[in-house]
């Protein structure tokens, strides 16, 4: 499964941008995912998972009721919106699959895309 990522960019502090993900694999709606994200020198963190065709979403604390976790499998593209930015939002944004259920931890995860920055100033 090949994973591409788009929509990264720099903004302002209070802001929102929208990241799309478009998967290769036609079984698109077999697949959990989830969106991670990374700061230089920290591990990668989840801060969005979607299941595959349930729709059961799951929200990191500090982005839960900023950021919205979507999934179109007609398209097989998943987004994620993300709105009332921050600096401390800025980070590398990895789009990741897993045939399945979802999880937080990036080990479960089996396909990442190569990651879109979004840099928030204030």
């Known amino acids: 499964v090949q994973l591409v990522e788009s929509g990264g960019g720099s903004v302002q502090t209070g802001d929102s941008v929208r990241l799309s993900c478009s998967a290769s694999?036609?079984?698109?709606?077999?697949?959990?995912m989830a969106w991670f994200r990374q700061v230089p020198g920290n591990e990668r963190k989840c801060v969005a998972t979607?299941?595959?065709?349930?729709?059961?979403?799951y929200y990191e604390d500090s982005v839960n009721g900023r950021f919205t976790i979507s999934r179109d499998n007609a398209q097989n593209t998943v987004y994620l919106v993300m709105n009332n930015l921050t600096p401390e939002d800025t980070a590398v944004y990895y789009c990741a699959a897993r045939l399945g259920a979802n999880g937080i931890r990036p080990e479960l995860y089996d396909y990442w895309g190569q990651g879109t920055q979004v840099t928030v100033s204030s």
């Open positions: 694999e036609s079984s698109f709606s077999l697949y959990g």
């Open positions: 979607i299941s595959p065709s349930t729709r059961i979403t």
